[in-house]
């Protein structure tokens, strides 16, 4: 089955923690996404990669890092910067075009703070 | 930049009633539009899009969407809702020829089918 996976479904952090988000995906895409969903407020986005070891920030990436060593893998770290965590993450993917692209999402990893 | 607003925040439907949701959009160039759902505990999926050519886009499960230009619109209809309808639709918009990475979403609608 194509598609994009993330994990874990739940997470919780502590106070002064790192927490790393993972998504992978098997379609082969090469553009990929977070985003960050809070209740009323939409989707925004955190970070994107067009292509493997390169990354650009979003709207929001203060208190976010990412890497893209693979093409299929863009994990997303929410540092102890960032200082109101608790969200719903998303993680998309697509083929990149200036005309006519297309994203789709992973079933997201709902963050909580202890 | 671009914006995108969703003016119903909560809409509350009986089974078998028309739907129309609202999508209105600034940006004075050309665009791609989206609609997305969220079913309850399920991922966001695409409900159908808009690139160029006919400007009546139908969708799956019965969705369609129209965009007119002049309105800025995209609005989401479907005939007669059903009970599995109940989600949360999110519109979306991005400049054509700027890339997926100028995507942006409006708020959302939840929309509550009571059977």
């Known amino acids: 089955d194509g598609g994009i996976t993330q994990s874990p479904k739940y997470l919780f952090r502590k106070e002064g923690q790192n927490v790393t988000l993972s998504c992978e995906q098997n379609?082969?895409?090469?553009?990929m996404y977070w985003y960050r969903q809070d209740p009323g407020q939409g989707l925004r986005l955190i970070y994107y990669?067009?292509?493997?070891?390169?990354?650009q920030k979003g709207d929001i990436a203060e208190g976010y890092s990412v890497s893209r060593e693979k093409k299929e893998s863009f994990p997303l770290t929410v540092t102890s910067a960032q200082k109101n965590p608790t969200a719903f993450y998303l993680c998309?993917?697509?083929?990149?075009?200036?005309?006519?692209?297309?994203?789709?999402f992973g079933p997201g990893t709902r963050l909580l703070v202890l | 930049a671009q914006s995108v607003s969703q003016h119903n925040h909560h809409v509350i439907l009986s089974e078998a009633a028309s739907l129309e949701l609202g999508c209105n959009y600034s940006?004075?160039?050309?665009?791609?539009l989206f609609w997305y759902v969220q079913y309850p505990g399920q991922h966001l999926q695409l409900l159908l899009k808009?690139?160029?050519?006919?400007?009546l886009v139908k969708g799956i499960k019965g969705f369609e969407a129209e965009f007119i230009k002049s309105k800025f619109s995209f609005n989401l209809r479907k005939p007669s809702v059903q009970w599995s309808d109940t989600a949360e639709y999110f519109c979306?918009?991005?400049?054509?020829?700027?890339?997926?990475?100028?995507?942006?979403f409006g708020t959302g609608t939840r929309l509550t089918i009571i059977p």
């Open positions: 998309a993917s697509s083929i990149p075009s200036l005309l006519e692209e297309t994203q789709y």
């Open positions: 379609l082969n895409h090469d553009a």
């Open positions: 990669s067009q292509i493997v070891n390169d990354f």
């Open positions: 940006y004075g160039g050309t665009v791609n």
């Open positions: 808009y690139f160029s050519g006919d400007p």
């Open positions: 979306a918009v991005n400049a054509r020829n700027f890339g997926n990475e100028k995507l942006t």
